[in-house]
């Protein structure tokens, strides 16, 4: 059974730092890895999809990486802004004639002015 | 172009009633979803729809969550005697053949 974590929780940087959130799956038999954002009472933002060949994607600031034999992607971000602040989620459709993707809990990011 | 939308915004209902939930998707997109978000936690998928039908219904918790595409386009969440469990924001998405999802901005279902 897939199960998708993300560390830390909640993270709390001053503007301007870059900084690394990460995803960790347990099945790597995945199709893709898709990461997005929340804003408080809002729906998901796509930000970027890695498909299972890929090792990483970039839009801008953002940096995506994929390891599927360690389980793990991380999204960098560079130069972050208050703006940034959000909910951070990652989520994995797994290899095999699913449509189902699995979420993590998600990273409270917030970029302090 | 238009995003995805979802009516109502906002649902408070008493429990054992019935209820609808919408979701106009992405013109073209031919892939929708509808997932469940208790505060704190990730989305949990409930059920996948390729076209018309049902290709992956294996998140529905029980037989009182129902849901319809007819026509490939609009979908509807049926939720039937509703309990106080049910409450969540209840997030739809729909995709192209490239798997990217896009979200509408949910429906917040509040069971009293």
């Known amino acids: 059974k897939q199960e998708v974590t993300q560390i830390p929780a909640a993270l709390s940087v001053p503007e301007g730092e870059n900084l690394v959130l990460n995803c960790s799956f347990t099945?790597?038999?995945?199709?893709?890895l898709q990461w997005f954002r929340q804003d408080p009472g809002k729906g998901l933002t796509s930000l970027l999809l890695i498909q299972s060949s890929q090792r990483e994607q970039t839009s801008g600031r953002l940096n995506a990486s994929l390891d599927k034999s360690s389980g793990r992607s991380t999204l960098y971000i560079a130069a972050s802004q208050p703006g940034d602040s959000a909910t951070y989620l990652c989520?994995?459709?797994?290899?095999?004639?699913?449509?189902?993707?699995?979420f993590g809990t998600g990273t409270r990011l917030k970029v302090l002015a | 172009g238009a995003g995805v939308s979802q009516t109502p915004s906002n649902k408070v209902t008493e429990k054992g009633k019935y209820v609808e939930l919408r979701c106009d998707p992405i013109?073209?997109?031919?892939?929708l979803y509808w997932y469940r978000q208790s505060l704190g936690q990730g989305p949990e998928f409930l059920i996948y729809f390729q076209g018309t039908g049902a290709a992956d219904d294996s998140g529905l918790p029980n037989d009182r969550f129902f849901a319809v595409r007819p026509e490939g386009s609009v979908s509807t969440l049926k939720i039937q005697r509703t309990e106080r469990g049910d409450s969540a924001v209840y997030l739809c998405?729909?995709?192209?053949?490239?798997?990217?999802?896009?979200f509408g901005p949910g429906t917040r279902l509040t069971v009293l």
């Open positions: 013109s073209g997109h031919t892939a």
């Open positions: 998405a729909s995709s192209p053949t490239s798997g990217e999802q896009f």
């Open positions: 099945d790597s038999a995945i199709y893709n």
């Open positions: 989520a994995v459709r797994r290899l095999g004639g699913t449509y189902k993707y699995i």
